[in-house]
């Protein structure tokens, strides 16, 4: 399940490197900021989470990670 958070397009996560992949030579300027203000930007979007996951008791990161335990368990258990 932690792999399904680290895809995470941001800094200094792995999926910003995958989003460099396809990011067009035109934006490289873009992108180098995008990648300054990642690790920002991921404390604010996880601290943001939780506030809403207080307020409304869904939580945007909980629901992606509980998905990915979801489908790698059911794939398991389909394999054996």
Known sequence: VL?????????PLDGSKLLGLVIPHSREDWYQRFLARGPILLIVLIVADRLMAEMTNFSLFGTYLQWGYELITVGLFLIT
């Open 3 to 11: 792999f399904l958070f680290n895809l995470i397009p941001i800094s």
